[in-house]
């Protein structure tokens, strides 16, 4: 059977009644739901956010997390005298240092701003991941160059070179499935000039970044963790958060202050501790910052997916996701285990959902399921065994079907079988 083929199946799994006679049907088409009278609308109750930066925020407590795949590049001149010495105790310095922005992940902050704010607080759903190249016997996923041309940052002046990407180009690694993370000390001519800001600073290029003033601070690991993390936020899809259109009304506009009392309009309580602003803190996403996060992991062929581990397409057939109250699903979802709707209550799909090998949709009697213009699919080349209902002989399933609805990569063939 094609894997585009659209395929519906109805299986019954159970009854109430003694005398109920059980049967499974399958079915191969919307049109053959149709005529086993399954309601179909082609007006539309539901509103499709699919779009909408919050239907992606990481609020179920059964999402698992994203994991982005990352390494590092530490950049030096011919001589090694300005950057971190191609050593174990460098290796342990760059795993401690991405150890620690996981940590600040999972510590994520109450926002500061606006003043008695009551903006929930998220897991933000992603980690790092150190990730070797794994064709390369003893490869580390920690990279040490000498390039006399290229191992320096500049972020003003006329040799400016933050934003170009030679560096990138030349010694980048796997850039559409690893983060690529370039870790560069400032010119020394640039240093020593006292008009020139060194410390620690970043920009983001595409699926990599650089990082500078690293080695020439010379801080604890932990002292670059927040930096990473912003940086990354800017490759994962956010802006910095001070201005008004940075796209999420949860992150109001504000001064940008590093920290209280730092001039007339930074007196008070008034600064900021979101991870995308220039700030002492920097250790809070907003739901929205983090769905907008989460939109590019689920879009397909974005980017940012690239960089993620498929851990969706892994079946994990001793955990459920169970629906217990009316739910609506307008946001794409990668999910690795079976959707059991109860009884009596509702779901509803109105984006794409990818299934796991293997996996189902249950609807249980009286359950409902609402599908909304929406693809069911399978995203890593595998097979799913579709969406099953529990009914008597006599009833039919609480389907509802509102425009146009997509399935695909169903295991089985149509059939009609009577036990």
């Given at each position: 059977?094609?894997?585009?083929?659209?395929?519906?199946?109805?299986?019954?799994?159970?009854?109430?009644?003694?005398?109920?006679?059980?049967?499974?049907?399958?079915?191969?088409?919307?049109?053959?739901?149709?005529?086993?009278?399954?309601?179909?609308?082609?007006?539309?109750?539901?509103?499709?956010?699919?779009?909408?930066?919050?239907?992606?925020?990481?609020?179920?407590?059964?999402?698992?997390?994203?994991?982005?795949?990352?390494?590092?590049?530490?950049?030096?001149?011919?001589?090694?005298?300005?950057?971190?010495?191609?050593?174990?105790?460098?290796?342990?310095?760059?795993?401690?240092?991405?150890?620690?922005?996981?940590?600040?992940?999972?510590?994520?902050?109450?926002?500061?701003?606006?003043?008695?704010?009551?903006?929930?607080?998220?897991?933000?759903?992603?980690?790092?991941?150190?990730?070797?190249?794994?064709?390369?016997?003893?490869?580390?996923?920690?990279?040490?160059?000498?390039?006399?041309?290229?191992?320096?940052?500049?972020?003003?002046?006329?040799?400016?070179?933050?934003?170009?990407?030679?560096?990138?180009?030349?010694?980048?690694?796997?850039?559409?499935?690893?983060l690529n993370i370039f870790v560069l000390p400032h010119?020394?001519?640039?240093?020593?000039?006292?008009?020139?800001?060194?410390?620690?600073?970043?920009?983001?290029?595409?699926?990599?970044?650089?990082?500078?003033?690293?080695?020439?601070?010379?801080?604890?690991?932990?002292?670059?963790?927040?930096?990473?993390?912003?940086?990354?936020?800017?490759?994962?899809?956010?802006?910095?958060?001070?201005?008004?259109?940075?796209?999420?009304?949860?992150?109001?506009?504000?001064?940008?202050?590093?920290?209280?009392?730092?001039?007339?309009?930074?007196?008070?309580?008034?600064?900021?501790?979101?991870?995308?602003?220039?700030?002492?803190?920097?250790?809070?996403?907003?739901?929205?910052?983090?769905?907008?996060?989460?939109?590019?992991?689920?879009?397909?062929?974005?980017?940012?997916?690239?960089?993620?581990?498929?851990?969706?397409?892994?079946?994990?057939?001793?955990?459920?996701?169970?629906?217990?109250?009316?739910t609506h699903w307008d946001g794409a979802k990668d999910?690795?285990?079976?959707?059991?709707?109860?009884?009596?209550?509702?779901?509803?799909?109105?984006?794409?959902?990818?299934?796991?090998?293997?996996?189902?949709?249950?609807?249980?009697?009286?359950?409902?399921?609402?599908?909304?213009?929406?693809?069911?699919?399978?995203?890593?080349?595998?097979?799913?065994?579709?969406?099953?209902?529990?009914?008597e002989s006599n009833e039919t399933p609480n389907i509802?079907?509102?425009?146009?609805?997509?399935?695909?990569?169903?295991?089985?063939?149509?059939?009609?079988?009577?036990?």
């Amino acid at each position: 059977m094609s894997s585009r083929v659209l395929l519906f199946s109805i299986f019954l799994v159970s009854i109430v009644s003694c005398n109920a006679k059980l049967f499974r049907l399958s079915y191969t088409s919307i049109q053959s739901l149709e005529s086993f009278k399954v309601q179909k609308d082609e007006q539309s109750g539901l509103v499709k956010r699919c779009d909408v930066n919050e239907a992606y925020s990481p609020n179920e407590k059964w999402a698992q997390k994203r994991y982005v795949r990352v390494n590092f590049h530490i950049m030096d001149d011919v001589e090694g005298s300005h950057n971190f010495p191609e050593s174990a105790a460098s290796v342990t310095y760059f795993k401690q240092l991405l150890e620690n922005a996981n940590y600040r992940l999972s510590l994520n902050k109450k926002m500061n701003l606006p003043i008695d704010n009551d903006t929930p607080v998220l897991d933000p759903g992603f980690r790092y991941v150190l990730t070797p190249n794994s064709k390369m016997k003893g490869d580390n996923g920690i990279y040490f160059h000498r390039d006399n041309d290229l191992y320096y940052f500049v972020n003003k002046g006329k040799n400016r070179n933050n934003f170009k990407r030679d560096v990138i180009k030349k010694y980048g690694r796997n850039q559409d499935s690893i983060l690529n993370i370039f870790v560069l000390p400032h010119h020394p001519d640039s240093i020593s000039s006292k008009s020139y800001k060194g410390g620690g600073t970043g920009i983001a290029l595409g699926t990599s970044l650089k990082v500078a003033g690293l080695y020439d601070d010379k801080l604890e690991f932990w002292g670059y963790s927040t930096l990473l993390n912003h940086e990354i936020g800017h490759i994962l899809g956010l802006n910095h958060s001070w201005y008004k259109n940075d796209g999420c009304d949860d992150t109001p506009p504000h001064a940008n202050c590093w920290a209280p009392n730092m001039g007339a309009s930074c007196d008070g309580d008034v600064v900021s501790n979101n991870v995308m602003d220039y700030n002492a803190s920097q250790m809070a996403f907003t739901p929205c910052q983090l769905g907008k996060i989460h939109k590019g992991f689920a879009r397909e062929n974005s980017d940012t997916r690239g960089l993620i581990t498929q851990n969706w397409c892994d079946f994990d057939a001793n955990n459920f996701i169970v629906i217990t109250k009316d739910t609506h699903w307008d946001g794409a979802k990668d999910l690795n285990r079976d959707v059991i709707v109860e009884a009596g209550t509702s779901l509803s799909i109105s984006c794409r959902v990818s299934m796991a090998k293997g996996s189902k949709i249950l609807i249980q009697r009286g359950a409902n399921l609402i599908l909304n213009n929406c693809r069911i699919h399978n995203s890593c080349g595998e097979e799913w065994l579709g969406i099953k209902a529990e009914i008597e002989s006599n009833e039919t399933p609480n389907i509802k079907i509102i425009g146009d609805v997509l399935l695909e990569n169903i295991t089985g063939q149509s059939q009609i079988i009577e036990k």
